[in-house]
């Protein structure tokens, strides 16, 4: 649950950055200081040059690392995954935003030294992309992004007993749902940069299938089947620069606070019931960073990180991508 919710927060992350204003509206405003208006300063910060190109897809192979403390009793659980996003957006007539499509698949190893537990296995997923620049006032562009979310998620659960002398495994399926929106501006300033603030909400649901772990000595260690729900308050605040018109760079800070959850656990011991409520943090700070670079005049390549911490449950996660982006 640690580590869905925060490959939720970063899925999301890379689908909004890599989809939110990618085309260019062609539109005049005011100059700046520097003489550009507004389309000028889109083409500048977004490697769209054919006002008739209608479509963008894109490729990014990811790497997450995560790590969070669990508690004296439970120990640290660490992560390590790897995955891949395809993507297409089709610009829709009549200044009605733009809609897109995404799949994706990623496999995790994630282990709990503390109680000699791993979990290997994959996740696959897909959904909807929906951004929209409902208005513009001279050199700022007010807009909205939507993305929705489903994925399936399959682990092998294994744990070793001391001494190594066998083990007990399982496989736990979890089916995931969620959606995540925004709203912000983007405002060009007068050294052609751009500065965006968004606020939004991620929500976050999941169920998980029933599965046990049979003991030597016949132990039946049986997880019931759960739902958890997750609600965040988000805002973010970026900043943009372009380089010679080809080569950019993008910083973002931001602050994640959860304001609803429901995450209770049942587990049948033999005939013992245990019941638990997961402890989450409730604040989070992420910080992000990139660099893109233009190959042509209709498609460019990008290197992002994501950054995501929180002092309670000592919580880090570093987020490596890679885009291929083009325009058709």
């Known amino acids: ?45 977004t490697n769209h040059r054919d006002e008739n190109t209608k479509n ?25 995954s790897s995955g891949m996003l395809i993507a297409t957006q ?7 935003g733009v809609f897109g499509v995404y799949a994706g698949f990623e496999n995790a190893d ?23 620049s409902f208005y513009e006032d001279d050199l ?42 925004r709203v912000g501006l983007s405002h060009y300033l007068h050294n052609d940069a751009k500065i965006t603030p968004q606020i939004g909400f991620n929500y976050l649901g999941m169920h998980n299938k029933p599965f046990t772990l049979n003991h030597l000595g016949g132990t039946r260690e049986h997880y019931l089947a759960q739902s958890f729900n997750f ?4 805002a973010t605040i970026k900043y943009e620069t372009p380089w010679q018109n080809r080569f950019k760079t993008a910083v973002a800070l931001g602050t994640i606070f959860n304001v609803y959850k429901d995450a209770k656990g049942t587990l049948h011991l033999d005939s013992n019931v245990l019941n638990a409520e ?31 911490f ?11 991508m890679f885009r291929y982006a083009w325009w058709w």
């Open 1 to 45: 649950i640690y580590s869905q919710r925060i490959r939720n927060v970063n899925l999301s992350r890379i689908l909004r950055e890599a989809t939110t204003q990618v085309f260019v509206s062609g539109k005049e405003s005011e100059v700046n200081a520097n003489g550009k208006s507004l389309s000028q300063l889109e083409q500048l910060h």
């Open 310 to 320: 929180s002092s309670a449950n000592t919580i880090r996660s570093h987020a490596l």
């Open 231 to 234: 609600i965040d308050a988000v």
């Open 140 to 181: 700022t562009t007010y807009f909205m992004n939507l993305t929705t979310k489903l994925d399936y998620i399959e682990r092998d659960v294994t744990k070793t007993y001391r001494g190594y002398i066998g083990s007990a495994s399982a496989t736990a399926k979890v089916f995931g749902y969620g959606a995540n929106a």
């Open 278 to 308: 997961l402890d989450i943090a409730r604040l989070y700070g992420v910080v992000q960073g990139g660099v893109s670079y233009d190959l042509t005049k209709d498609s460019d390549i990008s290197l992002g990180y994501s950054g995501i």
């Open 110 to 132: 994630q282990k709990v030294a503390g109680q000699r537990i791993e979990m290997d296995g994959n996740s696959y997923y897909a959904g909807l992309t929906y951004n929209h």
């Open 90 to 96: 089709r610009e829709l007539p009549n200044d009605y």
């Open 56 to 80: 963008h897809s894109f490729v990014i192979p990811y790497y997450q690392n995560f790590s969070a403390d669990l508690g004296s009793h439970t120990g640290k659980l660490k992560s390590n």
